[in-house]
């Protein structure tokens, strides 16, 4: 019988121009750490400005630190953190794209609890201590659409020693305030348009095969499939495209709100391994790069859902043998990221060796087990190896 | 361009037996005021006593107001906030239907706010002053599926001197914590099923075609509308039928979620001034009443929403002329409301005279403008009194 906590406490504005409301929403102290990446994005589009501009209106207080990079590293984390308790800082305002708001996440989290943030983490190598004090409030400002972690507790760190990059989140890691602003989304370049909206596309699919679903995360995951079917390939071919940018970037919120009140799936796990060894492969790609192998191995155990998303997507299975149907998705999938020119990415452009497929799935299962017991058929490590291996190019 | 807030911060524990876990969940405070109808159904099934147990199991001391009805009244809720105030309640705890739990909502602001509760409503007679201070925390156990009271901040209250029926509500009136129990629910007799389960149908379709509905809250109402269309007619043949009751009370909370992220329209405005002047009309049977006329007068201005909403319940509207396609909606409704048994409910059978139905639009125009503003098509006053007229029985 259905059973379900449904809490996203987060407050979302939306929509274009609502980065200007900053300076008069109100917000959870005096003095913030404002975390951007490393990169000069931030700071040449005048995004990092904007949000400086509304803190001063309200006369908060900031100090900035800038050093996070895409696959953000629990080392960056944990100097952040001091740096905002030594400082005393009454919240953490992120602007930027996934990797800077988990680490805004994180910092906000180690910022009030004592040790080291693998205290914390439940699998791979973490200790799975309880987490002691609520994280510091977090604002999240964000530049690009695909993770949903603007409506979602998630944060995804990396350890470079352990070679692990788990996903973690207590209640209080959701941000009390998000600004969905498509606008600031504009100047994301093609490439990554592509895999941050497939990242949300993944969520949004994985969500809606996983064993925990409800009919309210599965509300979500439709309307996600059906808003990046639409108009992900518009955002990519005409960045400028603002409905397509608004729609990608609501698709994005949704895609987090399914991770709110559903969860991802092992594809997950299995993504998580390429890039805790491969840190300069974009989380996005990796999850393309084995979406194909993936989605087809579990289409004949989930085969209702998967032709409900085929539906969204378009397709019709109307008069194909039922064994068929369920892998119109992966057709459907495979037309979509051909669209978005995604759809010859390989491993091997990024480094990975065809000899690594054994480590990988390993890892995978390791660090982020709990992803696997996610799923509706339950993937032996062998199994996961032959999705590795169907995937490698 | 799509522009939105999204702030639905209340936790929800939905399913079968979570009235059990309030003893192990967080309460937002060491003293209660315990808010609950004046009828007896509370303590004959036993529900009052499961929550007080699980109040003294956690340490909780509570007092108890017992003195609500349906369609709460302002006097009551104004007493009440006396007694949380003089007593010290931290929080209020509302368990009962949608009048006990809007009631709740009320005390709790009042306790936490000088004055009158019309000091702040802001139609009708309301004053329209800004709400000072945040109310007390909000705990709900839903008994009841009906208004999805358990996940919006809004609370609708009577002034009996006035003859005003009035919605209200600020961030602080979301609920901090909501138990859906569709257990609880088993023992709501057929006809209070089918009205309670009309009313969050009525929730989701008026949010459907309201000007503010957003992809979210659309997703959500067409999830309520194939629930409560499935689903109605069983839970009120067989009220022990639990999987129909539990899908019930999953619409009822998704209804509350349309009302968080789109709104009623102007019917619920409609049926404020019915009951305003008719107390003893169930807010419900009201809306079944005037239904019919309300959606046929509305299906020419939202065709495509409600083909939409049509579609969910089953109908198709392949073949059929263009113009005629829309009120395939309205001949689902009908066909619904027969099998509920809910078809025949006349305004004359409670004391509703004919010649009221000017006198009805007025006072929905003056007390509940603001729903009117939510109208794809603005009606006239003398529309309103057509639609009350067609539907005069």
């Given at each position: 019988?259905?059973?379900?906590?449904?809490?996203?406490?987060?407050?979302?504005?939306?929509?274009?121009?609502?980065?200007?409301?900053?300076?008069?929403?109100?917000?959870?102290?005096?003095?913030?750490?404002?975390?951007?990446?490393?990169?000069?994005?931030?700071?040449?589009?005048?995004?990092?400005?904007?949000?400086?501009?509304?803190?001063?209106?309200?006369?908060?207080e900031y100090l900035i630190f800038d050093k996070i990079r895409p696959n953000p590293s629990k080392a960056h984390v944990m100097e952040a953190a001091q740096f905002a308790r030594d400082n005393f800082c009454?919240f953490v305002i992120g602007v930027g794209g996934a990797s800077t708001i988990d680490a805004a996440k994180a910092i906000a989290l180690m910022a009030r609890n004592p040790g080291d943030l693998w205290d914390?983490?439940?699998?791979?190598?973490?200790?799975?201590?309880?987490?002691?004090?609520?994280?510091?409030?977090?604002?999240?400002?964000?530049?690009?659409?695909?993770?949903?972690?603007?409506?979602?507790?998630?944060?995804?760190?990396?350890?470079?020693?352990?070679?692990?990059?788990?996903?973690?989140?207590?209640?209080?890691?959701?941000?009390?305030?998000?600004?969905?602003?498509?606008?600031?989304?504009?100047?994301?370049?093609?490439?990554?348009?592509?895999?941050?909206?497939?990242?949300?596309?993944?969520?949004?699919?994985?969500?809606?095969?996983?064993?925990?679903?409800?009919?309210?995360?599965?509300?979500?995951?439709?309307?996600?499939?059906?808003?990046?079917?639409?108009?992900?390939?518009?955002?990519?071919?005409?960045?400028?495209?603002?409905?397509?940018?608004?729609?990608?970037?609501?698709?994005?919120?949704?895609?987090?709100?399914?991770?709110?009140?559903?969860?991802?799936?092992?594809?997950?796990?299995?993504?998580?391994?390429?890039?805790?060894?491969?840190?300069?492969?974009?989380?996005?790609?990796?999850?393309?790069?084995?979406?194909?192998?993936?989605?087809?191995?579990?289409?004949?155990?989930?085969?209702?859902?998967?032709?409900?998303?085929?539906?969204?997507?378009?397709?019709?299975?109307?008069?194909?043998?039922?064994?068929?149907?369920?892998?119109?998705?992966?057709?459907?999938?495979?037309k979509l990221k051909k669209e978005c020119g995604v759809d010859q990415l390989k491993m091997s452009d990024y480094g990975i060796q065809a000899d690594e497929m054994e480590k990988l799935a390993r890892n995978?299962?390791?660090?982020?087990?709990?992803?696997?017991?996610?799923?509706?058929?339950?993937?032996?490590?062998?199994?996961?190896?032959?999705?590795?291996?169907?995937?490698?190019?």
């Amino acid at each position: 019988m259905l059973d379900f906590d449904f809490s996203i406490p987060t407050k979302v504005l939306f929509g274009v121009g609502r980065l200007d409301e900053l300076k008069r929403e109100k917000l959870p102290g005096k003095l913030a750490l404002v975390v951007v990446s490393a990169g000069e994005t931030m700071k040449r589009n005048g995004y990092l400005d904007r949000v400086l501009t509304a803190l001063k209106h309200q006369g908060i207080e900031y100090l900035i630190f800038d050093k996070i990079r895409p696959n953000p590293s629990k080392a960056h984390v944990m100097e952040a953190a001091q740096f905002a308790r030594d400082n005393f800082c009454e919240f953490v305002i992120g602007v930027g794209g996934a990797s800077t708001i988990d680490a805004a996440k994180a910092i906000a989290l180690m910022a009030r609890n004592p040790g080291d943030l693998w205290d914390y983490i439940v699998t791979g190598s973490g200790k799975g201590k309880p987490v002691k004090n609520a994280a510091l409030p977090i604002v999240a400002v964000m530049t690009t659409a695909g993770t949903g972690t603007e409506a979602d507790p998630w944060m995804v760190i990396t350890d470079r020693d352990l070679q692990e990059k788990i996903g973690f989140g207590v209640p209080s890691t959701f941000p009390c305030l998000s600004v969905v602003d498509p606008e600031l989304t504009l100047s994301v370049p093609p490439f990554l348009t592509a895999i941050q909206g497939f990242d949300a596309f993944f969520h949004a699919a994985e969500g809606f095969i996983a064993e925990i679903a409800t009919p309210i995360s599965e509300a979500f995951s439709l309307q996600v499939i059906r808003l990046i079917f639409k108009n992900l390939p518009k955002a990519v071919h005409d960045g400028s495209d603002i409905e397509a940018r608004t729609n990608i970037a609501l698709a994005s919120l949704l895609s987090g709100m399914v991770q709110s009140t559903s969860s991802c799936t092992s594809e997950h796990s299995m993504e998580h391994a390429m890039t805790a060894f491969h840190p300069e492969l974009p989380h996005g790609a990796g999850l393309l790069m084995i979406s194909e192998a993936y989605f087809s191995f579990f289409a004949k155990y989930v085969p209702d859902r998967f032709i409900k998303m085929a539906h969204m997507m378009g397709e019709t299975t109307d008069g194909l043998p039922e064994e068929e149907k369920p892998y119109t998705f992966v057709h459907a999938l495979q037309k979509l990221k051909k669209e978005c020119g995604v759809d010859q990415l390989k491993m091997s452009d990024y480094g990975i060796q065809a000899d690594e497929m054994e480590k990988l799935a390993r890892n995978a299962h390791k660090t982020m087990s709990n992803l696997f017991a996610m799923d509706r058929y339950t993937l032996s490590l062998k199994e996961n190896i032959e999705i590795f291996k169907a995937a490698y190019r």
